[in-house]
C-alpha cells in the first residue's frame, strides 16, 4: 500500500516568512508533484520532479521553488509568503517510466493559512 | 499550455439513477486522461482512466469515453449510492504535464 505524507496537516505563517512543506513516499516512486487546490480552481500543479535533483515548473511556480535530494523526499518551498498563497497543498507520487500518465497517490494535505 | 474544462460543477442526483459529469481539453497532444474522485476531508483517489487510443472503458459501474475529435470525455456513473458522493476531478495530460478540471460535487440524494 502506498504511503504518501505530509509533515503537516495545518500550518500557519506570518507573510513574508519561509516555509517549507515536506512530502515522503515510501514506494520508491520515480516522479513527484506538488498542487494547490483552491475552490472553483481545483488542482494546479505548481512542480513537479521525475528524478533526484529534477525538477520542472508546473502552471503556476511563481512564489515558489523545490528540492528533491532524497527519492522518497521531495520539498515545496515558499520564499517568502504572502496571502495568496493561503490553500491547501496536496503531494503526489507516481511510478517512473509513464511520465505524467501513471496513477497518482496523494498525500494528506497541508492547509497552510498566511496571516 | 492545455486547458480542461469540466461540467457541471455540481452535481444532486436520486440514489438509483445515473450521473454524467462531462470535460473538454484544448490540446490534441493530450493522450491519458485519469478521473480522480475526493471525499471529504480526503486525498483524491484513481476511479478510473481512459488512453487516447481507446473510445470506452467501464469498471462495474462507472465508465468513461472519450472522443478526440471533438476533444471531450465524460464519466458515467450508474446506478448511483450515497457513497458516490464526492468532489470528481478529470485531468487530461500533454507530454510531463498534468492539468486538471476545477472539479464536480456529486451529491447523491438517498
Known amino acids: 500500500d502506498v504511503k504518501v505524507t505530509q509533515s503537516s496537516r495545518y500550518l500557519v505563517k506570518r507573510t513574508g516568512e519561509k516555509v517549507f512543506l515536506e512530502c515522503v513516499q515510501d514506494m520508491d516512486h520515480e516522479n513527484m508533484f506538488w498542487y494547490r487546490q483552491d475552490p472553483g480552481l481545483g488542482l494546479r500543479l505548481i512542480y513537479f520532479?521525475?528524478?533526484?535533483?529534477?525538477?520542472e515548473k508546473g502552471d503556476i511556480p511563481e512564489g515558489y521553488s523545490v528540492s528533491r535530494e532524497k527519492k522518497e523526499r521531495f520539498s515545496l518551498i515558499l520564499e517568502s509568503a504572502s496571502t495568496n498563497q493561503t490553500s491547501m497543498y496536496l503531494c503526489a507520487s507516481s511510478l517512473g517510466g509513464q511520465g505524467a500518465r501513471g496513477e497518482q497517490y496523494f498525500g494528506p494535505g497541508t492547509r497552510l493559512t498566511v496571516t | 499550455g492545455e486547458n480542461v474544462e469540466q461540467h457541471p460543477s455540481t452535481l444532486s442526483v436520486q440514489e438509483g439513477d445515473s450521473a454524467v459529469i462531462k470535460c473538454t481539453y484544448s490540446d490534441s497532444a493530450s493522450n491519458y486522461f485519469p478521473w480522480y474522485k475526493q471525499e471529504l476531508g480526503k486525498r483524491p483517489q484513481l476511479i478510473i482512466d481512459i488512453r487516447s487510443n481507446v473510445g470506452e472503458k467501464k469498471d462495474q459501474r462507472i465508465a468513461v469515453t472519450l472522443n478526440k475529435t471533438a476533444k471531450h470525455f465524460s464519466l458515467h456513473i450508474t446506478e448511483t449510492q450515497p457513497e458516490d458522493s464526492a468532489v470528481y476531478f478529470c485531468a487530461a495530460i500533454t507530454g510531463n504535464q498534468f492539468y486538471f478540471g476545477t472539479g464536480t460535487s456529486l451529491t447523491v440524494i438517498p
Open positions: 520532479s521525475y528524478d533526484v535533483k529534477m525538477k
